[in-house]
C-alpha cells in the first residue's frame, strides 16, 4: 500500500544504511531518492520532495541540524525525520526546536521504529488536513468511509 507522501528524499552518508533505507521505503512511495550528503540534498530541494529521512552526521560536510535549518528556511512544509545513531537527547531536542517531526535512533530494530513514525506522521497530517475542511463540511459531515 503506497503511503499519502508521494516524494520522500534520503540523505546518508553511510552506503549499507543508506540501501537499507532504500529498500524498506522504496515499495511506499511513488519516488524514493537518495544523497550521499546534506549539500547534494540542498541542491535538489526544488524537486519539492514531501518528506526527507536525514542523518545527523555526514563525514566532512556540514551537520544535519545545519542541514535542517536550511531545509526549513526553504519550505517549512517539508517533513523531515531525524536520523542519528547516537540517543543524544541534547540533539534530539535540538532538532526538534528546529522543524523535525521526530528523531529515530539508527541501530537493531529502527526500520520497525521509523515505520512508527512514518505511521504517526500520516495520522497527524490526515487529522490537520481533516480540521482545515470546508466550512460546509464541518456543518454537515459527511463519512467518507
Known amino acids: 500500500m503506497k503511503r499519502q507522501y508521494r516524494k520522500v528524499f534520503i ?3 553511510n552506503p549499507v544504511y543508506r540501501l537499507s533505507l532504500e529498500a524498506a521505503l522504496g515499495n511506499l512511495y511513488e ?15 526544488h ?25 526549513k528556511g526553504y519550505n ?9 545513531g547516537q ?14 517531526f521526530d528523531y529515530v535512533v539508527k541501530g537493531a530494530g529502527e526500520i520497525e521504529r521509523l515505520h512508527l513514525v512514518l ?3 500520516e495520522s497527524v497530517t490526515r487529522q490537520a488536513r481533516q ?3 470546508p466550512f460546509w463540511k464541518k456543518l454537515f459531515p459527511i463519512s467518507s468511509a
Do not use: C, M, W
Open 76 to 84: 517549512p512544509g517539508i517533513q523531515v525525520i531525524f536520523l542519528s
Open 47 to 71: 524537486e519539492d520532495p514531501d518528506l526527507i529521512l536525514l542523518d545527523h552526521h555526514f563525514v566532512g560536510g556540514q551537520s544535519g541540524l545545519e542541514i535542517l535549518t536550511r531545509i
Open 31 to 45: 519516488e524514493v531518492h537518495s544523497f550521499v550528503s546534506g549539500e547534494e540534498l540542498l541542491k535538489a530541494l
Open 87 to 100: 540517543e543524544e537527547v541534547k540533539v534530539a531536542v535540538e532538532s526538534l526546536k528546529r522543524g523535525a
Open 131 to 133: 480540521e482545515n475542511r
Open 11 to 13: 540523505a546518508e552518508d
Open 119 to 121: 505511521d504517526r506522521l
